[in-house]
Structures are given as structure tokens and as C-alpha cells.
């Protein structure tokens, strides 16, 4: 038995710091968490990776089931960690594992890691769940879909910026990263567990969206409306395309308005993320 | 004489294409260009890195000097590559030096390269010659002001925004990443050479923007009016914080007015850039 294995005992203790660490990189449970940086290891086992402080809290707030809660002391930032790790531990099922400092550092997929980092299971989050999930949030439906999305770093602040715009859901089609990126929970600040989120492919979301009577405006640089001059207060989807291709002749087709940003640039296009935030915000304004 | 080396010929020839291209990843200034990734090496040389064909078209449409433009025909994506390439050599300057691929592919910090890479000297963009440089911008000043942003990627997502926005100009006040960082070129897609930017002490910013009679706006979440509920249409300065920090006491205490961007989610904040956004198309609209 390595030495690493020791670690073992980390799952049965009431304190989480009581047991030894692990310090073996060999470890298979560390081995088997640091897979899940990779797709295709995320699609296979169904578990996806929660780093960071302010990330775990949001997820154990929203009730998500975890795992293994990976933690290591010399990293934390306040005095927060230990009563978080407690409380995952009683509401999430979590099962907390402390790593030696070099195991947690290997790990971490952060600069500045903050000592935790949990596995959980990848949450159903499909249409047909999602106005149950959505049922709490209040007033006209405001909803962010997003196709196509390339750049993890975009969908998460995507994510970031429709929870605080308050928006009712964000629906993710066509996804070029999944949601469950590493780096879409980072650039989320884990909002990914506390906006109502749904994937699905372009034409299921249309439909959905139709049958509920929301109003479809999509954004495209060909617009001849500004994002402004339209009514935003009304149940409404906005629709914002990838990085690289803008939305497809589909949802440009069979959108009820298309609009555009005004552009007084050289340059020809805004940040995906930033397009999403220009017209969320607008939206809101006109909410009042 | 080292395999490599035949590439110094490709200074001289008219016909980007007609040298041989540098093999060796020892060539001297291959290696001298690798090193101005690092902040210290930029600061002693004098000199920073532009990848890209988009990047390399608006610092040459902006009349910056160039020095070597290494270029490697295999990543080209279209046929405007070889003209501009010519026209960045006639009008500024650029000496064109081929590279073999995997050169290239070490030589460039992106993921997909284009196969254009130039080295440029840092331009004095202080307070002293924004007047001149964002003379030609019609109307009302509108200004972002940015103080101490930390990621490269946010500073330059801010530079494409403000450029897109229209705005007069960019004043970066005691910066933590320095502008010439090759991932602030990246994301500002070369608007860092076409939206009119200085950098400065945020004292002589204050007293720069009051000699001209600048409105100084700040945005914190601590203000009790909105961005939206504020006139934005007269010569305004947005102030904007760091990611972690926000702004300042000084600039708290030292600007004409305090806005909030409204927060209807369960995160506290918005990402610094997305901020910057929001207020900068809030002005656009105010101004019609």
C-alpha cells in the first residue's frame, strides 16, 4: 500500500483536518479527479470538477450533490473553508479528502488555488426540466440563449453576467465547450449553480421558446434595428451567436426580430460576452 | 554559421516568399522575439510583440514602425497575408523574415496562429499626446478610464468595447499588466492601436480630465443612483476598478458623481470588462 493511500482515512473523519494527507501524486482518486479536465473523461464517468472557494459555496447553496471535496489548508485564504467544508459534507454528500500542498498545487487547475476543490456529478439540465427550475424567478421571462459558444471563458461570464442581470435562464445550444469546463465554472464564479441553465439543440429550444410565447430577438451585426429601439420588456429570448460564425441562417430565419448593437469602431464585432451583457443590461433598464 | 541564419536574407528581398525561411529555434532573433512575452524584456527593450493578421492590418493602418515581421505562409488562411506583409514593409517599415513552421508554432503564444507576428517599439502613449491623438473623435468626450486591471484578456476585451463604443479615448491609470502584455494585443484584436490610449498616474488623470472639464463618473456597487438614471451625453469619464479590488479611495472620493450597475443575481459582481460595457453602451444610447 503507497503512502498516499493513507489518505483514505479523510472520508470517515468528523474533522476534516484530522486525518493525514495524501501525498502521493499516484493517488487514483487524485489521478482520477485531475481526468476530468478533459472532455471526454467528463462525458465518460458523468463527474465534472468544482475548483474554488466562492464555486463550492454556490453549489452546495444550490443543492447539488457532491463528492469528493478536496482540501488543503495551506491554501486557504480566510476562515471561511473549514464551516463550508462541514456544511458540504452534512447537505452535499460531500466526502472531504485533504491533499498534501504539491498534490493540491498539481490539481488545481487555478494560478492562485484557494485550497478547495470538490467532484460532482454532471446535473441532468435539459428543457424538459428547466421551468421547474425556473419557476421561482419572478416577472416577464428573460432568457439568454447562447449557440455555438467556443471560448469556456465566454459561456462563464455569460453565465456571470445573466445572474446578476437576473435573467430568468440561460439555454446553451449547440455547445462547442460544454458547460462543464473547468473553465466555465471559473469564469462563472460558480453562477453556473444558481441561474437556471438548459442545454438542447437549436430547433428543440426554438419550439420550447414558441410554445411558451417568448419572443425570440436575435443579435446580428445585418440588423437594421438597434438593440435599443426595441421592446425588451416583454417576455423575451436573446439570442447571441459564437465567437467566430455569429448565430446560423436557422435562428436568423426564424427569430421575430432581429437587432444590433451599434458599432462606432474600427473594428468590426464586440466579445460574444460582451454583446450578451450590452443587450441582458438593456433589457433590464427598460424593466426598470 | 549556424543552419538558421540563411533566413537573414529574407531583410533584404522584395518577394517576402523568395528567401529561404529560418529553421534553427536558436536563430538569435527568434529567441530575441520569444522574450518579449516577458514583462521585464518588453520594459528593457523598448519593444513588444503584434500577432496576427487582423492585429498587424490596424497597427499598420494606424502608422505604427515596425521592426522584423516574421511571417509563415503554411498558417496563412487567405490571400491578404503576402500584400499586407508588402505594404507593412513600404509604409512602415517592417523587415518581412520567414520562418519554418515549427518555428512559427513556437515562436506564436496562440492556439490556432495565422502565421504573422511582428515586433514593434513600444509607442509613448502618455497624457502629454492624447489630445493630439484623439483630436479627429467628433462630439463630447466620452473616456474609459480603467485603474490597476490585473488580467491581460480584461484589459483588452475593455480596448475592443470602448473602440466598438466609439469612445475618445482609453487612459489606463497605474497599471498591473502593462498594455504591451501579447494577450492584451490578442484580445483587444488590434484595437490597442485604434482607439486613442495613454497610460498615467491616477493623480494626473484626475487633474488631466478637470483641466478639461471632464465629468468624472465612477462605478461602484456602493453608489445608490444607477449608470442609466445619470446624464452619460455630456463629456463624462467612466471610471472603472480593478477586478478584485474596485476602485480606490482617491477616485472614490475625487469624481463628480457614483453609479451603480443594477445586481438582481446571487453573485456580487460583474466581471471588470463586462462592467465597462454596460456603462459604455449606456452612454451610447443617452447620446442617440
Not at 487547475?109 to 421561482?136: C, E, F, H, M, N
Not at 416577464?140 to 445572474?163: C, F
Request: proline share 6%; net charge negative.
Amino acid at each position: 500500500m503507497e503512502r498516499g493511500e493513507r489518505g483514505e482515512r479523510g472520508l470517515t473523519v468528523s474533522d476534516p483536518g484530522g486525518a493525514l494527507p495524501i501525498t502521493s501524486l499516484q493517488n487514483p482518486r487524485v489521478k482520477a479527479a485531475a481526468r476530468l479536465r478533459d472532455r471526454r473523461d467528463r462525458d465518460r464517468e458523468g463527474q465534472f470538477l468544482i475548483e474554488g472557494y466562492r464555486e463550492t459555496l454556490r453549489a452546495v447553496g444550490a443543492g447539488l450533490p457532491l463528492g469528493e471535496l478536496f482540501f488543503c489548508p495551506a491554501f486557504f485564504l480566510g476562515e471561511n473553508e473549514r464551516p463550508l467544508i462541514e456544511r458540504a459534507r452534512e447537505s452535499s454528500g460531500a466526502r472531504p479528502v485533504e491533499l498534501a500542498e504539491h498534490v493540491f498545487a498539481k490539481l488545481s487547475y487555478r494560478d492562485r488555488p484557494d485550497g478547495l476543490l470538490a467532484v460532482a456529478p454532471i446535473p441532468k439540465w435539459d428543457l424538459a426540466s428547466l421551468d421547474a427550475r425556473a419557476a421561482a424567478r419572478a416577472g416577464a421571462p428573460l432568457i439568454l440563449v447562447v449557440q455555438a459558444i467556443e471560448k469556456p471563458g465566454n459561456l462563464g461570464t455569460m453565465l456571470r453576467t445573466a445572474d446578476a442581470a437576473g435573467a430568468t435562464a440561460v439555454i446553451v445550444c449547440d455547445p462547442a465547450t460544454d458547460l462543464w469546463n473547468p473553465n466555465v465554472v471559473r469564469a462563472s464564479v460558480g453562477t453556473l449553480f444558481t441561474v437556471p441553465v438548459a442545454e438542447g439543440e437549436s430547433a428543440a429550444v426554438r419550439a420550447w421558446l414558441r410554445e411558451r410565447g417568448i419572443r425570440v430577438v436575435a443579435t446580428t451585426p445585418d440588423a437594421e434595428r438597434l438593440h435599443s429601439e426595441t421592446d425588451l420588456a416583454r417576455p423575451t429570448a436573446l439570442v447571441i451567436g459564437s465567437e467566430q460564425y455569429g448565430l446560423d441562417a436557422e435562428w436568423l430565419a426564424e427569430c421575430d426580430e432581429r437587432v444590433r448593437i451599434p458599432m462606432r469602431g474600427e473594428a468590426d464585432s464586440l466579445n460574444a460576452a460582451i454583446s450578451a451583457a450590452v443587450v441582458l443590461f438593456e433589457a433590464l433598464r427598460q424593466r426598470g
